[in-house]
């Protein structure tokens, strides 16, 4: 096939098995720098984490990556799921997805009303900002509902919210 001769192959890593960014030491920095892979997706945190997060939170990681020279670009790895309700009973990935934070979300926070929207949006611009400190083509964005898969249906998401299916639609369209 001669139209796609020119492109050579990329293989991204993207497993749990990866470490979250603060959690690379030097000892796992060589199995980077020993891997075949030209990149690596490197979690920013757990799917299931709230908290509030600024560039000095990674900025060491950062630092070791560039001091390490790993030859492999780097790409934050970044989760949806931090804008997915849970409800006790639903159907999750983990028992980790009971917490206040997410509790308090109905269906998805797509109209930002816990600010889990917004908490998302930052750390897709700090997975950004850190992809292009360490000179990465990109970042990945984990689409999977850890928190509650039955949500992925759409109809379901809008009986959660007490909102039209229509509605719901378009703010999801608006989101992205």
């Known amino acids: 096939m001669k139209l796609f001769s020119h492109i050579l192959p990329y293989i991204l890593f993207v497993s749990f098995s990866t470490a979250a ?31 509030k997060h600024v560039f000095r939170d990674f900025e060491g990681a950062v630092n070791l990556f560039i001091k390490g020279k790993t030859g492999k670009h780097i790409w934050p790895w ?47 611009g700090l997975a950004l900002f850190i992809a292009r400190a360490l000179g990465s083509p990109g970042i990945v964005m984990d689409p999977e509902f850890y928190n ?4 992925e249906d759409v109809s379901v998401m809008a009986g959660r919210m007490g909102k039209p299916q229509a509605e719901v639609e378009r703010a999801l369209e608006a989101v992205g």
């Open 148 to 151: 509650d898969y039955e949500l």
């Open 78 to 124: 970044i989760f949806i799921n931090r804008f997915v309700g849970s409800r006790p009973g639903d159907t999750t990935a983990s028992a980790l997805s009971n917490t206040p934070s997410f509790g308090r979300i109905k269906g998805m926070d797509i109209y930002n009303g816990e600010g889990a929207l917004r908490d998302f949006f930052s750390r897709m």
């Open 21 to 51: 960014m603060n959690d690379l030491g030097s000892s796992r920095m060589q199995t980077l720098k020993r891997s075949s892979y030209q990149g690596i997706a490197v979690p920013l945190t757990d799917q299931y984490d709230t908290g």
